[in-house]
């Protein structure tokens, strides 16, 4: 199986928040939860980068390890999902995240933050393929239908690459080489504990 | 005419494509091959040697989002799943092995004298409800914290995955509501036993007796003895802090950021498992280990022989005060 992951191509991101409109449209995701977002580093300086940052799915999840229900689960294509069923709405995973993936419905106090929401990959939950529940829970499951994750389908600048991990670093690979700049995989080293050499 | 005008405005659109390929093609030829684009541009792994959370700027109203990179997040994993497990149960378990050794060594300390059958009343009705308020309260909190960090490894394998989910949603509702009831309870207990609670000189000789715990005499005391003002200090140091830290926690991202809500989870989680570990010595003290003290918290009155070995100070004041039944009364009625 093929071990998916993110790579966002920083010196490609425009910073067009394409991925995620793209994102929030297809798994119809409510107001004030933002899965994926577009974070701007030096902006408006020379050296100016863009990343698009969602959950990266991460080689042994510091989300499912802090769970103190074990809500997470990790695909054969090792993308992490997790149980809104199972979820107690503790917060804990966005302490442990380092990419601040999770999501909570409600910003409420005493510790009423509903179901933990995040990147699915675009690969549903826990429910069968497509149907009503898992669509209303986790948004659509597009790994089921052989499709990539929308939020890299859509990027305007193919900026963001989602798939097997071997392929999309190959990709970046080629372009640095050719190009023959790179400010590298951003987050690779902290989710995946290696990184692509140019 | 329209086809004269649809004629006219392809011929405009023509040239203007031709004009601006036209006055593009320099400025592109222009570009030296050797501009290196990401000579200046921001590294992740430097950005992580400066800081240890790479923030930068979003567009959605949520700033929290505006942090891209916070690895410190595995520090605090270990935390909790490592450290955090040692110190809880070296603490608990220790004070718990502790407990039996000397129960089973030294066994309750009994009223050497016997029971005198007249009482003498040590906790008001007011004194008895805000201990067990903060008692009830804080096993509560204590069970339900517990589970937090040992239920997915103790407790989840045999409740069934929907079953510890269901109850531990239930233990954290019953977490963030009952620490009111906990804080009101600890801040009525300081202000109701802090006066009687300060270090004193019979402290120093009752600890330097080891409490007549050891062997020997209890030394005098007042109302509280040296071991009791110090689970007082523990209760209202440890309560204090936990409550401090768990208001953070309740009010999640208020003034704070990630590392410091990480921070007060870690000083919440640590000084309430200690604190628990240090409750386990005043369960046992209150219950089993000394005879006839849970009366005290039961229905409020102790025997006057047990408040004479273990209170005397207190005893002497009380009969000072008149409140102790006299040596006139110490016969029988018959």
Known sequence: MARMKFLCDADRCIECNACVTACKNEHEVPWGIN??????????????????????????????????????????????????????????????????APQYPKVGNFGSRGKMDKCTFCAGGPEADNSKE???KYG??????????????????????????????????????????????????TAYRETIAT | MAEVFAQMRLIAAVLALA????????????????????????????????????????????????????????????YRTVTLKWIGGIAILGILALLTIYYLWH????????????????????????????????????????????????????????????WTEWGKFAHNYISFAFTVGVVLMFFMW??????????????????GMFGGEEPPAHKFNGGEKLIFWISMLGGGAVAVTGYILLFPFYGTDITTMELAQVVHSTVALLYVAAMFVHFYMGTIGVEGAFEAMADGTVDVNWAKERHLLWYEEEKQLGAAPSEAMRQPAE
């Open chain 2, 19 to 78: 004009f601006v390929v036209a006055t593009a093609m320099p400025a592109a030829a222009q570009q030296p091959n050797s501009v290196n684009p990401t000579a200046a541009a921001v590294k992740e792994q430097q950005l992580l040697q400066q800081f240890k959370t790479i923030k930068g700027l979003g567009t959605i109203p949520d700033t929290k989002s505006y942090v891209l990179e916070h690895p410190g997040g595995r520090e605090w994993r270990e």
């Open chain 2, 194 to 211: 802090v006066a009687r609670n300060l270090p004193t000189s019979a402290d120093i000789e009752w600890f330097m007796k080891g409490g």
């Open chain 2, 107 to 166: 066994g309750s300390m009994r009223i050497e004298a016997g029971r005198s059958g007249r009482k003498l009343l040590r906790f008001s009705v007011f004194e008895r409800f805000v201990h067990w308020l903060t008692g009830v309260a804080f096993v509560i909190l204590g069970l339900t914290g517990l589970n937090i960090t040992f239920g997915r490894s103790l407790i989840l394998p045999w409740m069934g995955a929907s079953t510890f989910s269901e």
């Open chain 1, 140 to 189: 659509a499951n597009r790994l089921a239908e052989g499709k990539l994750p929308l939020c890299a389908e859509m990027c305007s600048t193919k900026s963001l690459l989602a798939g097997d991990g071997d392929v999309i670093a190959q990709i970046y690979k080629e372009r640095v080489a050719k190009r023959g700049y790179g400010s590298g995989a951003w987050g690779w080293q």
């Open chain 1, 35 to 100: 899965r994926r977002r577009v974070v701007t580093l030096n902006d408006g300086k020379p050296g100016e980068r863009s990343i698009s940052m969602a959950c990266m799915h991460c080689t042994d999840a510091p989300c499912a390890a802090v769970c103190p229900v074990n809500c997470f689960y990790t695909t054969a294509d090792a993308v992490v999902l997790h149980s809104k069923d199972l979820c107690i709405g503790c917060g804990y995973c966005f302490y442990a995240c380092p990419f601040g």
């Open chain 1, 134 to 136: 898992e669509y209303e």
